[in-house]
């Protein structure tokens, strides 16, 4: 019998034959704000102050850190490194930065600061199309253990990330991107569990990344939402403000 090639595109659609379609990726994210409280419980949060006891294992160390959120993209983290000294990055909703011992005052610049920006935006799950020009389900793929529907999202400002939703749960079970530093580029990927209320709001309260080799697990003790927050809380240190100032006078 003579030897017959089949088009790839029948092929595809031979295999293809019977399975689900998968959902659509603006679905997956509807489904998970529904499934971590709904839109109105979501809505409802203006702020929000975290605690978590962050240990880098490779490197032998354990430290607490205490982030700081508020409507609609204003952030502020700081943290206490045993060796490396003070930490602190946030960003007032228009200028991020970063000051440390290691790498000084610092403003970020390009996809580092839209990326600092898009993570503090209060409301990018619950609006995402606001947010995001495409959002798209890619396949599955299986994340500690448990099946997961890909979708790739791509930012209106050109980010791209990749995020893991459980098929069962709905739950968010990983996210990943390249990140833009001033290191350079760096892959990073985060793996989230432990789900548990919050005045109405189920959150992750272990949370491992892993870049460049290193794994840094951060474990939440607590989360408040809505608490008073002073507004200057997220002023600009005055190291940054002076970097600010001196890049206007140029």
Not at 104 to 128: C, Q, T
Not at 160 to 184: D, E, H, N
Not at 200 to 226: C, F, W, Y
Request: charged share 25%.
């Amino acid at each position: 019998m003579k030897l017959r090639f089949v088009s790839c595109g029948l092929l595809a659609a031979a295999l293809s034959y019977g399975q689900a379609p998968l959902p659509e990726g603006g679905a997956l994210l509807d489904k998970y704000v529904e499934v971590t409280g709904g839109r109105a419980a979501h809505e409802k949060v203006k702020a929000m102050i975290e605690t978590m006891t962050v240990e880098i294992p490779a490197a032998g160390v354990k430290f607490q850190a205490t982030a700081y959120h508020a409507a609609p993209n204003k952030s502020y983290t700081v943290m206490e490194i045993p060796g490396a000294g003070k930490m602190e990055e946030g960003t007032d909703g228009n200028i991020a930065w970063s000051l440390s011992a290691l790498q000084g005052a610092r403003i970020k610049e390009g996809d580092e600061r839209a990326f600092a920006l898009l993570d503090a935006a209060y409301d990018s799950d619950v609006r995402w199309k606001d947010y995001y020009k495409s959002v798209e389900t890619t396949g599955t793929e299986t994340v500690e253990g448990e099946p997961c529907y890909k979708v790739e999202l791509t930012s209106k400002g050109g980010l791209k990330q990749t995020r893991y939703f459980s098929t069962k749960s709905g739950f968010l079970l990983k996210a990943a991107m390249t990140m833009k530093t001033a290191m350079g580029e760096i892959p990073a990927e985060t793996v989230l569990s432990d789900y548990r209320d919050e005045g109405g709001i189920l959150a992750p309260h272990r949370m491992v990344t892993r870049l460049m080799s290193q794994e840094m697990i951060m474990s939440v003790d607590s989360i408040k939402l809505n608490p008073e927050i002073d507004p200057s809380r997220f002023a600009l240190p005055a190291e940054i403000q002076a970097l600010v100032e001196k890049s206007k006078a140029k």
